[in-house]
């Protein structure tokens, strides 16, 4: 486990915290007005390798051979000049901070990016994370790498532990692929709805750019049910459908072997290391399509609705009547500023219809693809 410390006079600043793969999540702006939860679990951190925050540069100003080198491969409407290694923590496991609000500009119902940090060390002032908390966005804080140092904690708590892929089977943790919206400051009261989990169109964002890099303009098949509610209408309406298919199926730990016909799999990625899960043999040879570990585990081992156990008073055994949660009013759509975001960073995104695609995301955003 680490602390973070500030690097002007070293105060603690965080508490013990445990590294995890960085959200696929992280950066998503989701819709108008909403009110998200926080982005990081308590008690765990996680790094963004890439430059992130202000000073941003727009597109015009920045030469194709540096994005490349920095691996983006398309235009962005702009890109960040500050230093890579920032850190995501939630807002609840800060310590000796103070909030510095008027560095934090633009905003509209909570704290946003503004022109830099706006918390600063309480012990001697130095600038050292920014707190956001706006509508649409992911609660989180993010320390500044250049202000802060990551210090080694003596401690030996199991849950540092990286778990096999069998121990996180065990655990069972999976993300259910609809959930409760809520909106800011409605003059109605509480405001919310079901709907699609942000998490899982932020997910189905990341995967679907990985299945159009794959397919090499070929039409793409997943297996029906959820997998396909989440991408086979997009794969249909994206690719052209006048040359034999590939196949796209689910695999990982649990799983029986995808077979030699899949030509990607779509495998998940480890919540500690963000590392993907891949096949041992001659399915090694099927490219993997990644997904965050919580959303395979619900499309590899999906949970039915059951009864709820009640509690107090009752007898044992006996079981609640609870109705299943409504259904969205809307087909599923991938985030598509994370399909931006995913697209841009693969080679195979200067492939001319890949980058029709990309072009013409405003156009599929008001198809409702995206």
């Known amino acids: 486990m680490f602390v973070f410390v500030c690097a002007g006079c070293g105060a603690e600043l965080t508490i013990p915290l445990s590294p995890v793969a960085l959200p696929t999540h992280a950066h998503q702006k989701y819709g108008n007005g909403i009110q998200l939860p926080v982005l990081m679990e ?67 119902c909570g704290l946003d990016w503004g022109d830099g940090p706006n918390m600063a060390c309480e012990a001697c002032g130095l600038p050292v994370a920014s707190r956001i908390d706006d509508c649409s966005l992911w609660q989180a804080v993010w320390l500044a790498p250049d202000a802060v140092h990551r210090l080694p904690v003596d401690n030996t708590d199991s849950h540092t532990a990286i778990l096999s892929w069998e121990e996180l089977l065990e655990k069972g943790v999976a ?40 397919s090499d303009g070929r039409p793409v098949t997943v297996p029906p049910g959820l997998i396909g509610e989440v991408f086979q209408r997009a794969l249909d309406a994206l690719l ?54 919580g959303i395979w585990m619900w499309m590899a081992f999906p949970e039915p609705h059951l009864h709820l156990p009640t509690s107090g008073t009752m007898p044992d055994g006996v079981l609640r009547d609870d109705p299943p949660p409504p259904r969205p009013h809307h087909l599923f759509r991938a985030d598509p500023g994370t399909f931006q975001r995913t697209l841009v960073r693969l080679p195979e995104v200067r492939s001319p219809w890949l980058r029709e695609i990309l072009d013409n995301l405003t156009h599929h955003m008001q198809a409702g693809l995206f």
């Not at 194709?64 to 850190?87: F, H, K, Q």
């Not at 609809?178 to 909106?183: K, N, Q, V, W």
């Not at 003059?187 to 932020?202: K, R």
């Open 175 to 214: 993300t259910p692929p609809i959930e409760p919206i809520t909106r800011w400051g409605s003059l109605l009261g509480l405001d919310h709805w079901w709907s699609w989990s942000p998490q899982w169109e932020a997910a189905a964002g990341r995967a679907l750019a990985h299945l159009l890099a794959a």
């Open 240 to 293: 052209p459908a006048d040359q034999p298919a590939r196949r796209a199926v689910l695999a990982g730990p649990g799983l029986s072997a995808p077979g030699p016909d899949a030509a990607m799999i779509l495998v998940p990625t480890h919540p500690q290391t963000g590392e993907l899960w891949s096949p041992a043999g001659p399915d090694a040879s099927a490219r993997p399509v990644p997904l965050p570990f």
């Open 42 to 108: 308590s008690g765990t951190f996680a790094v963004e390798p890439e430059p992130w925050g202000a000073p941003w540069r727009k597109w015009g100003e920045i030469d194709p051979d540096e994005a490349a080198a920095r691996g983006i491969y398309a235009p962005l409407y702009a890109l960040s000049d500050g230093a890579p290694g920032t850190v995501v923590i939630a807002p609840g496991d800060t310590r000796g901070t103070v909030l510095v609000p008027h560095e934090a500009g633009g905003y509209c």
